[in-house]
Protein backbone atom coordinates (compact mmCIF):
# COMPACT_ATOMS: atom_id res chain seq x y z
CA UNK A 1 0.00 0.00 0.00
CA UNK A 2 1.45 3.30 -1.45
CA UNK A 3 1.46 6.43 0.69
CA UNK A 4 1.94 7.62 4.51
CA UNK A 5 -1.46 6.30 5.36
CA UNK A 6 -0.45 3.21 3.31
CA UNK A 7 2.34 2.63 5.55
CA UNK A 8 0.26 2.48 8.89
CA UNK A 9 -2.05 -0.03 6.94
CA UNK A 10 0.77 -2.11 6.03
CA UNK A 11 1.31 -2.11 9.65
CA UNK A 12 -1.73 -3.05 10.95
CA UNK A 13 -1.99 -5.47 8.39
CA UNK A 14 1.29 -7.49 9.44
CA UNK A 15 0.39 -6.77 12.76
CA UNK A 16 -3.29 -8.84 12.04
CA UNK A 17 -2.33 -11.76 10.33
CA UNK A 18 0.47 -12.61 13.18
CA UNK A 19 -2.47 -12.74 15.04
CA UNK A 20 -2.99 -9.90 17.32
CA UNK A 21 -6.22 -9.12 18.14
CA UNK A 22 -6.11 -5.57 18.59
CA UNK A 23 -5.54 -5.04 15.41
CA UNK A 24 -7.84 -7.38 13.50
CA UNK A 25 -10.38 -5.31 15.45
CA UNK A 26 -9.04 -2.03 13.89
CA UNK A 27 -8.97 -3.56 10.39
CA UNK A 28 -12.47 -4.93 10.66
CA UNK A 29 -13.82 -1.05 12.23
CA UNK A 30 -12.01 0.60 8.72
CA UNK A 31 -14.58 -1.97 6.96
CA UNK A 32 -17.43 -1.26 9.39
CA UNK A 33 -16.71 2.52 9.13
CA UNK A 34 -16.52 2.61 5.63
CA UNK A 35 -12.94 3.80 5.92
CA UNK A 36 -11.83 6.21 2.81
CA UNK A 37 -8.88 3.64 3.07
CA UNK A 38 -10.73 0.45 2.22
CA UNK A 39 -10.35 0.00 -1.48
CA UNK A 40 -6.47 0.05 -1.01
CA UNK A 41 -6.99 -2.10 1.95
CA UNK A 42 -9.11 -4.62 0.04
CA UNK A 43 -6.75 -3.99 -2.77
CA UNK A 44 -4.05 -5.80 -0.98
CA UNK A 45 -5.87 -8.20 1.02
CA UNK A 46 -7.38 -9.32 -1.72
CA UNK A 47 -4.72 -11.97 -3.04
CA UNK A 48 -4.79 -13.04 0.73
CA UNK A 49 -7.97 -14.64 1.00
CA UNK A 50 -9.92 -17.91 -0.33
CA UNK A 51 -8.42 -20.00 2.80
CA UNK A 52 -10.83 -20.02 5.40
CA UNK A 53 -14.03 -21.94 5.09
CA UNK A 54 -17.19 -19.84 5.56
CA UNK A 55 -19.73 -21.19 7.66
CA UNK A 56 -23.04 -19.55 8.06
CA UNK A 57 -25.42 -20.29 11.08
CA UNK A 58 -28.65 -19.16 10.72
CA UNK A 59 -32.62 -19.79 12.39
CA UNK A 60 -35.13 -18.19 14.12
CA UNK A 61 -34.60 -16.08 17.42
CA UNK A 62 -33.89 -18.27 20.54
CA UNK A 63 -33.12 -21.37 18.48
CA UNK A 64 -29.64 -21.60 20.11
CA UNK A 65 -27.04 -20.13 17.36
CA UNK A 66 -25.02 -18.54 19.51
CA UNK A 67 -24.99 -21.73 21.46
CA UNK A 68 -24.33 -24.09 19.21
CA UNK A 69 -21.47 -21.61 17.69
CA UNK A 70 -19.97 -21.28 21.09
CA UNK A 71 -19.40 -25.37 20.42
CA UNK A 72 -18.66 -25.00 17.24
CA UNK A 73 -15.84 -22.74 17.91
CA UNK A 74 -14.70 -24.93 20.42
CA UNK A 75 -14.83 -28.31 18.05
CA UNK A 76 -13.43 -26.52 15.32
CA UNK A 77 -10.31 -25.10 17.90
CA UNK A 78 -9.94 -28.72 19.35
CA UNK A 79 -9.24 -29.77 15.53
CA UNK A 80 -6.37 -26.85 15.63
CA UNK A 81 -8.61 -24.02 13.53
CA UNK A 82 -8.25 -20.36 14.62
CA UNK A 83 -11.58 -19.30 14.12
CA UNK A 84 -13.10 -16.01 13.64
CA UNK A 85 -17.16 -14.98 14.74
CA UNK A 86 -19.16 -12.48 12.63
CA UNK A 87 -22.19 -11.99 15.25
CA UNK A 88 -24.70 -9.90 13.39
CA UNK A 89 -26.89 -7.73 15.21
CA UNK A 90 -30.29 -7.17 13.07
CA UNK A 91 -30.78 -4.16 15.59
CA UNK A 92 -34.44 -5.39 15.49
CA UNK A 93 -36.92 -5.73 18.31
CA UNK A 94 -36.53 -9.54 17.79
CA UNK A 95 -32.76 -9.82 19.03
CA UNK A 96 -33.28 -7.28 22.27
CA UNK A 97 -30.22 -8.03 24.86
CA UNK A 98 -29.14 -10.78 22.05
CA UNK A 99 -25.70 -9.44 21.99
CA UNK A 100 -25.49 -9.46 25.83
CA UNK A 101 -26.21 -12.90 26.00
CA UNK A 102 -24.20 -13.42 22.87
CA UNK A 103 -21.10 -12.72 24.92
CA UNK A 104 -21.91 -14.72 27.91
CA UNK A 105 -22.55 -17.63 25.49
CA UNK A 106 -18.88 -16.96 23.92
CA UNK A 107 -16.91 -15.96 26.70
CA UNK A 108 -15.52 -19.03 27.61
CA UNK A 109 -13.49 -18.13 24.15
CA UNK A 110 -12.28 -14.59 25.01
CA UNK A 111 -8.78 -15.54 26.46
CA UNK A 112 -8.24 -17.71 23.36
CA UNK A 113 -6.10 -15.98 21.37
CA UNK A 114 -6.88 -18.41 18.40
CA UNK A 115 -10.49 -17.03 18.53
CA UNK A 116 -12.14 -13.38 17.29
CA UNK A 117 -15.39 -12.48 18.26
CA UNK A 118 -16.69 -9.33 16.92
CA UNK A 119 -20.25 -8.15 16.71
CA UNK A 120 -21.16 -6.18 13.33
CA UNK A 121 -24.37 -3.80 13.61
CA UNK A 122 -26.66 -4.29 10.35
CA UNK A 123 -28.41 -0.93 10.18
CA UNK A 124 -26.98 2.00 9.67
CA UNK A 125 -25.05 1.72 6.92
CA UNK A 126 -26.37 2.41 3.29
CA UNK A 127 -26.13 -0.84 1.77
CA UNK A 128 -26.76 -2.71 5.45
CA UNK A 129 -25.82 -6.37 6.33
CA UNK A 130 -24.84 -7.61 2.86
CA UNK A 131 -22.37 -4.51 2.03
CA UNK A 132 -20.75 -4.48 5.23
CA UNK A 133 -20.71 -8.45 6.32
CA UNK A 134 -19.12 -9.91 3.10
CA UNK A 135 -16.18 -7.57 3.60
CA UNK A 136 -15.37 -8.38 7.24
CA UNK A 137 -15.87 -12.27 6.16
CA UNK A 138 -12.83 -11.20 3.51
CA UNK A 139 -10.73 -9.43 5.86
CA UNK A 140 -10.68 -12.11 8.47
CA UNK A 141 -10.30 -14.71 5.65
CA UNK A 142 -6.99 -12.55 4.41
CA UNK A 143 -5.79 -12.50 7.98
CA UNK A 144 -5.49 -16.20 8.28
CA UNK A 145 -8.54 -17.26 10.02
CA UNK A 146 -9.23 -21.37 9.04
CA UNK A 147 -12.90 -21.17 9.68
CA UNK A 148 -15.00 -17.66 9.80
CA UNK A 149 -18.71 -18.33 11.84
CA UNK A 150 -21.33 -15.77 10.55
CA UNK A 151 -24.25 -15.63 12.70
CA UNK A 152 -27.49 -14.07 11.52
CA UNK A 153 -31.13 -14.06 13.16
CA UNK A 154 -33.12 -15.63 10.37
CA UNK A 155 -35.88 -12.92 10.39
CA UNK A 156 -35.43 -10.91 7.31
CA UNK A 157 -34.70 -11.22 3.53
CA UNK A 158 -31.16 -9.74 4.15
CA UNK A 159 -30.44 -11.73 6.83
CA UNK A 160 -31.27 -14.87 5.22
CA UNK A 161 -29.20 -13.64 2.33
CA UNK A 162 -26.04 -12.65 4.07
CA UNK A 163 -26.10 -15.91 5.73
CA UNK A 164 -26.86 -18.17 2.71
CA UNK A 165 -23.11 -16.76 1.06
CA UNK A 166 -21.73 -18.98 3.06
CA UNK A 167 -19.69 -21.83 1.57
CA UNK A 168 -22.01 -23.62 4.06
CA UNK A 169 -25.22 -22.40 5.55
CA UNK A 170 -26.40 -23.92 9.09
CA UNK A 171 -30.02 -23.84 9.46
CA UNK A 172 -30.94 -24.19 12.84
CA UNK A 173 -34.89 -25.36 13.90
CA UNK A 174 -35.94 -26.28 17.47
CA UNK A 175 -38.98 -28.47 18.23
CA UNK A 176 -42.37 -27.64 19.05
CA UNK A 177 -44.75 -24.74 17.78
CA UNK A 178 -44.41 -26.73 14.31
CA UNK A 179 -41.09 -24.79 13.76
CA UNK A 180 -39.68 -26.99 11.23
CA UNK A 181 -43.11 -25.32 9.55
CA UNK A 182 -42.14 -21.99 10.20
CA UNK A 183 -38.51 -22.06 8.97
CA UNK A 184 -39.67 -23.83 5.34
CA UNK A 185 -42.70 -20.50 5.67
CA UNK A 186 -39.60 -18.22 6.12
CA UNK A 187 -37.33 -19.52 3.55
CA UNK A 188 -34.87 -20.60 5.42
CA UNK A 189 -34.94 -24.22 4.30
CA UNK A 190 -34.11 -23.06 0.86
CA UNK A 191 -30.87 -22.13 1.97
CA UNK A 192 -29.90 -24.72 4.38
CA UNK A 193 -26.42 -27.09 3.33
CA UNK A 194 -27.03 -28.72 7.01
CA UNK A 195 -29.86 -28.72 8.69
CA UNK A 196 -29.60 -28.76 12.92
CA UNK A 197 -32.80 -29.76 14.95
CA UNK A 198 -31.18 -28.36 18.30
CA UNK A 199 -32.87 -28.08 21.68
CA UNK A 200 -33.30 -32.16 21.00
CA UNK A 201 -33.62 -32.92 24.47
CA UNK A 202 -37.16 -30.76 24.61
CA UNK A 203 -40.05 -32.71 23.44
CA UNK A 204 -41.09 -32.84 19.72
CA UNK A 205 -37.73 -33.09 18.21
CA UNK A 206 -38.28 -36.25 16.60
CA UNK A 207 -41.44 -35.06 14.66
CA UNK A 208 -39.36 -31.98 14.04
CA UNK A 209 -37.19 -33.92 12.13
CA UNK A 210 -39.91 -35.79 10.36
CA UNK A 211 -41.15 -32.44 9.37
CA UNK A 212 -37.93 -31.41 7.93
CA UNK A 213 -37.28 -34.87 6.03
CA UNK A 214 -40.91 -34.16 4.57
CA UNK A 215 -39.98 -30.10 3.89
CA UNK A 216 -36.93 -31.33 1.99
CA UNK A 217 -38.53 -33.67 -0.49
CA UNK A 218 -40.02 -30.50 -1.57
CA UNK A 219 -37.08 -28.66 -2.20
CA UNK A 220 -35.99 -28.55 -6.01
CA UNK A 221 -33.72 -31.42 -6.91
CA UNK A 222 -30.09 -30.51 -6.68
CA UNK A 223 -27.25 -32.71 -5.99
CA UNK A 224 -26.25 -31.70 -2.60
CA UNK A 225 -28.80 -33.20 0.11
CA UNK A 226 -28.32 -30.91 3.01
CA UNK A 227 -28.05 -33.59 5.89
CA UNK A 228 -30.12 -33.35 9.76
CA UNK A 229 -28.08 -32.97 12.80
CA UNK A 230 -29.49 -33.80 15.89
CA UNK A 231 -27.68 -31.23 18.90
CA UNK A 232 -28.30 -30.40 22.46
CA UNK A 233 -25.90 -27.59 22.26
CA UNK A 234 -25.97 -26.26 25.63
CA UNK A 235 -24.55 -29.76 26.58
CA UNK A 236 -22.61 -30.28 23.59
CA UNK A 237 -23.75 -33.32 22.36
CA UNK A 238 -24.31 -33.65 18.43
CA UNK A 239 -21.24 -31.10 17.68
CA UNK A 240 -19.36 -33.13 16.84
CA UNK A 241 -21.54 -34.74 14.05
CA UNK A 242 -22.34 -30.90 13.19
CA UNK A 243 -18.65 -30.81 12.23
CA UNK A 244 -17.93 -33.71 10.48
CA UNK A 245 -21.22 -32.53 8.32
CA UNK A 246 -19.66 -29.07 7.67
CA UNK A 247 -16.28 -30.78 6.64
CA UNK A 248 -18.19 -33.35 4.28
CA UNK A 249 -19.92 -30.27 2.69
CA UNK A 250 -16.53 -28.96 2.39
CA UNK A 251 -14.93 -31.88 0.94
CA UNK A 252 -17.97 -31.79 -1.68
CA UNK A 253 -17.56 -28.13 -2.67
CA UNK A 254 -13.97 -28.73 -3.22
CA UNK A 255 -14.12 -31.95 -5.46
CA UNK A 256 -17.60 -30.96 -7.58
CA UNK A 257 -16.18 -27.25 -7.94
CA UNK A 258 -19.12 -25.57 -6.61
CA UNK A 259 -16.56 -23.84 -4.17
CA UNK A 260 -15.71 -21.63 -6.77
CA UNK A 261 -19.47 -20.86 -7.99
CA UNK A 262 -20.55 -20.64 -4.05
CA UNK A 263 -17.53 -17.80 -3.48
CA UNK A 264 -18.50 -16.18 -7.27
CA UNK A 265 -22.14 -15.89 -5.52
CA UNK A 266 -20.58 -14.42 -2.95
CA UNK A 267 -18.85 -11.99 -4.42
CA UNK A 268 -21.95 -11.08 -6.94
CA UNK A 269 -24.16 -9.92 -3.80
CA UNK A 270 -21.13 -7.88 -2.16
CA UNK A 271 -20.76 -6.08 -5.75
CA UNK A 272 -24.21 -5.91 -5.95
CA UNK A 273 -24.43 -4.22 -2.68
CA UNK A 274 -21.67 -1.70 -3.16
CA UNK A 275 -23.39 -1.03 -6.62
CA UNK A 276 -26.20 -0.39 -4.86
CA UNK A 277 -24.43 2.17 -2.40
CA UNK A 278 -22.70 3.87 -4.49
CA UNK A 279 -26.02 4.58 -6.20
CA UNK A 280 -27.47 6.06 -3.05
CA UNK A 281 -24.36 8.04 -2.32
CA UNK A 282 -23.92 9.88 -5.83
CA UNK A 283 -27.50 11.21 -5.48
CA UNK A 284 -28.64 14.41 -4.07
CA UNK A 285 -30.57 14.38 -1.51
CA UNK A 286 -32.69 17.88 -2.22
CA UNK A 287 -33.22 16.94 -5.93
CA UNK A 288 -34.50 13.71 -4.56
CA UNK A 289 -36.65 15.30 -2.40
CA UNK A 290 -38.24 17.65 -4.94
CA UNK A 291 -38.23 14.49 -7.61
CA UNK A 292 -40.52 12.48 -4.67
CA UNK A 293 -42.80 15.49 -4.39
CA UNK A 294 -43.47 15.32 -8.50
CA UNK A 295 -43.85 12.00 -8.73
CA UNK A 296 -46.18 12.33 -5.89
CA UNK A 297 -48.42 15.29 -7.71
CA UNK A 298 -47.92 13.05 -10.78
CA UNK A 299 -45.75 15.66 -12.12
CA UNK A 300 -43.57 13.06 -13.14
CA UNK A 301 -42.97 9.51 -13.33
CA UNK A 302 -41.27 7.39 -11.29
CA UNK A 303 -38.89 6.31 -14.48
CA UNK A 304 -38.08 9.68 -15.55
CA UNK A 305 -37.49 10.40 -11.66
CA UNK A 306 -34.77 7.95 -11.22
CA UNK A 307 -33.00 9.02 -14.97
CA UNK A 308 -32.70 12.36 -13.76
CA UNK A 309 -31.48 11.12 -10.32
CA UNK A 310 -28.75 9.15 -11.80
CA UNK A 311 -27.86 11.45 -14.06
CA UNK A 312 -28.57 9.51 -17.72
N1 LIG B 1 -32.99 -27.05 26.34
C1 LIG B 1 -32.07 -26.51 25.56
N2 LIG B 1 -31.81 -25.19 25.61
C2 LIG B 1 -30.86 -24.68 24.79
C3 LIG B 1 -30.14 -25.49 23.90
N3 LIG B 1 -29.29 -24.71 23.20
C4 LIG B 1 -29.47 -23.46 23.65
N4 LIG B 1 -30.41 -23.43 24.63
C5 LIG B 1 -30.89 -22.25 25.37
O1 LIG B 1 -31.71 -21.46 24.53
C6 LIG B 1 -31.58 -20.08 24.86
C7 LIG B 1 -31.22 -19.28 23.61
O2 LIG B 1 -29.93 -19.66 23.17
P1 LIG B 1 -29.05 -18.75 22.20
O3 LIG B 1 -27.84 -19.55 21.85
O4 LIG B 1 -28.85 -17.41 22.79
O5 LIG B 1 -30.02 -18.61 20.96
P2 LIG B 1 -29.83 -17.65 19.69
O6 LIG B 1 -30.46 -18.37 18.56
O7 LIG B 1 -28.41 -17.25 19.54
O8 LIG B 1 -30.71 -16.40 20.12
P3 LIG B 1 -30.77 -14.95 19.39
O9 LIG B 1 -29.36 -14.58 18.99
O10 LIG B 1 -31.34 -14.08 20.43
O11 LIG B 1 -31.68 -15.12 18.22
C8 LIG B 1 -30.51 -20.02 25.93
O12 LIG B 1 -31.14 -19.93 27.18
C9 LIG B 1 -29.78 -21.34 25.79
O13 LIG B 1 -29.18 -21.76 26.99
C10 LIG B 1 -30.43 -26.90 23.85
O14 LIG B 1 -29.88 -27.68 23.08
N5 LIG B 1 -31.41 -27.35 24.71
MG1 LIG C 1 -27.53 -15.29 19.29
Given at each position: VAGAAGADLDALLAGARAGRPRDIGRLVSLVENGSSELPDLLGSLGPLTGHANVIGVTGPPGVGKSTTTSALVGALRARGDRVAVVAVD????????ALLGDRIRMSEHATDPGVFIRSVA??????GLAATTPQVVRVLDAVGFDAVVVETVGVGQSEVEVAASADTTVVLVAPGMGDGVQAAKAGILEVADVLVVNKADLPGADATVRELRQALTH????DWTPPIVRTVASAGTGIDDLVDAIVERRDWLRRTGRLGERRAARSRAELRALVVEAALSRIDDRQLDALAAQVADAELDVYSAVRLLLGD
Open positions: PSSPFSGGSRGHLGRPKG
